[in-house]
């Protein structure tokens, strides 16, 4: 080689190193990256309570794996159906802008993977950071496939809070000695509420529990060092119980829900509906030992059967000996709505220049929708009396369709929803008090139908809890979109006198929002990503019953503003 062709080389490799050394060391250049996931959903045999049972689950895990991105990436995550059912997996809380496709409810934004099939979900993380999850879309298999999904700050963004030392994820649960499929199934021929669960599980054990007496398992241990900071992800995976949640003689500082900051406050208790995230500060800063970790149910209807076992795990301190006594802690009293409300209330944006609250402050349609239950005639139901129980939103018991409403609204196919869902009740009542809901009819119509909303529109919905049967907290999620609640209230919404308090200064941000018993709740947000978007009661067998809804946001006019088309291995119906 002579000396040119050496200099060359060695001017190459120079340069070749110089790249590779400013591509690993340059936040900007390495800010956004590809990541890629492979769940495999397959059948697995579980024995951590009392007999072993087969679940459905991703990777032969419960909970399943943690998916982590951070805020800019862009997540392939490739579902691989291995099992006996239909499946669809949702990525709770991701916004999904412009790839509704990706959302993953079964019949609203895609048809289901069938056994032996594979689709690969494709989404951008933009504008989010926090604790969020994963759970399957169908049936109840919500019950066994979810897992956490964490969404870190972009580098060099740091926490808006001290960065704690240590990070933990903690999802709670729920647990059937039966198969769920043959729990809800029994309910829906019978015509009458299924089984509540057997147990409650944090990170899949659920401690020593009364469901299962013979189990040895003494749960899922959270070990922490002396004078450490961790961040406690705590995730509701439950499919129909709100719980609380508190950590013997320890203080949480809660500062984020949902995925969006919060102004920081501490308490001895989280309450969490399904669907809903809470991420706190633990610090360790007791004496050396072992302190009860509490995961029990809140429910202020006492007509609502509820499974009332409280799961436990154990906080140990490095260093403890196993012969050391536990710290204890007595749950709440499962209608403890004081605690509830304390806890909710106490939750305001953190509203800061570089987390803004942005709340519309004007509203182009102004929403009103009941929710609840209702009781529609069944002539098979024997147990039922020739009836079912229902549920609804504007009396409307909405109806799942068998092709996929964003490819019927994308491809413009006819015949499968219409966009007449009614923006008000169609028969105005006292929705609270005892004596005018037992007069009402409790019957109710059925359809599917969605409501339409211009790209950009600003949204005002006040959500009622009716009363009908009983009245009951429902935490009702939102697709594609974050809102703000902006007020909460006991009894009728007062239209004239309620919005006057309405906080449209720092509301919290949520994706997932309690309707409380008896009560109602507003929440505002701007329709700013075009799709089809669903809308439920997070409780499963509410949903079930049909308390949902959808929203079709139309395409705007600016070249960012319209849906993206379908992916090639979008499944078919």
């Known amino acids: 080689m002579d000396f040119n062709s050496c200099t060359t080389s060695r001017v190459s490799n120079i340069l070749f190193l110089f790249l590779l050394l400013l591509l690993c060391c340059s936040p900007l250049l390495v800010q956004s990256r590809i990541r890629h996931y492979k769940f495999n959903v397959v059948m697995k045999n579980y024995t951590r309570l009392c007999s072993t049972k087969p679940i459905v689950s991703v990777n032969g895990k419960y909970p399943g794996p943690t998916v982590y991105a951070r805020e800019g990436d862009t997540v392939l995550i490739k579902v691989a159906n291995h099992v006996g059912y239909n499946l669809s997996i949702h990525w709770h809380g991701i916004r999904q802008i412009r790839t509704g496709w990706a959302d993953g409810p079964a019949y609203i934004t895609q048809c289901p993977i069938p056994p032996g099939q594979s689709y690969v979900y494709n989404f951008t993380v933009s504008g989010q950071r926090g604790t969020l999850f994963w759970h399957a879309h169908i049936l109840w298999l919500r019950a066994t496939v979810h897992g956490a999904l964490v969404v870190l700050p972009k580098l060099g963004v740091p926490y808006p809070f001290p960065k704690p030392h240590h990070e933990r994820v903690l999802i709670l649960g729920e647990w059937w000695k039966s198969d769920t499929e043959a729990v809800i199934n029994e309910a829906l021929k019978s015509g009458l509420a299924p089984n509540v669960s057997d147990a409650h599980t944090i990170n899949g054990h659920p401690g020593p529990s009364p469901a299962c007496p013979s189990s040895s398992s003494s749960g899922y241990t959270l070990s922490v060092a002396p004078g450490k900071s961790y961040l406690l992800r705590v995730i509701n995976a439950a499919l129909n119980e709100e719980l609380f949640f508190k950590i013997a003689g320890h203080k949480l500082t809660v500062v984020e829900v949902d995925a969006t900051y919060v102004k920081p406050f501490k308490t001895d208790t989280i309450v969490i509906a399904p669907g809903q995230t809470t991420t706190a ?190 009245p009951e907290n429902h935490p009702v999620h939102l697709h594609g979109f974050n809102f703000f609640v902006v007020g909460r209230g006991v009894g009728n919404f007062n239209p004239k006198k309620d919005p006057k308090s309405f906080n449209l200064v720092d509301p919290v941000e949520r994706n997932t929002v309690g309707v409380p018993s008896g009560g109602w709740v507003a929440i505002r947000f701007q329709a700013d990503n075009p799709g089809v978007w669903f809308m439920h009661c997070h409780l499963e067998i509410h949903t079930t019953w049909g308390l949902k809804m959808a929203f079709l946001v139309e395409n705007g006019k600016g070249p960012n503003e319209s849906l993206l088309p379908p992916p090639k291995d979008l499944p078919k119906c």
């Not at 209330?345 to 509203?363: D, F």
């Not at 002539?379 to 039922?384: E, F, I, Q, R, V």
């Not at 966009?419 to 006292?430: H, V």
């Not at 599917?448 to 600003?458: E, M, P, W």
């Open 281 to 470: 500060v633990l610090t360790a800063d007791k004496r050396a030992g072992k302190y009860m970790v509490a995961a029990s149910p809140f429910m202020d209807t006492p007509v609502v059967a509820v499974d009332n076992v409280t799961a436990t795990a154990m906080l140990r301190y490095t260093g403890t000996l196993s012969s050391a006594r536990t710290t204890f802690t007595w749950a709440p009293p499962r209608n403890a709505t004081p605690i509830a409300n304390a806890f909710t209330a106490a939750l305001r944006s953190l509203n800061s220049e570089e987390y803004p609250a942005r709340v519309p402050r004007t509203v182009d349609h102004s929403l009103f929708f009941t929710i609840g239950l209702g009781v529609n005639p069944c002539p098979t139901c024997k147990a039922g009396n020739g009836s079912r129980v229902v549920a609804d939103i504007n009396n409307v018991t909405f109806v799942m369709p068998t092709f996929a409403l964003l490819q019927a609204h994308y491809f413009k196919v006819k015949g499968v929803f219409t966009t007449d869902f009614p923006a008000n009740p169609p028969a105005p009542f006292n929705y609270t008090d005892s004596a005018a809901v037992a007069a009402m009819n409790p019957g109710t119509s059925k359809g599917t139908r969605l409501y339409r909303l211009a790209y950009n529109a600003r949204v005002q919905l006040v959500l009622q809890d009716t009363g009908l049967i009983a």
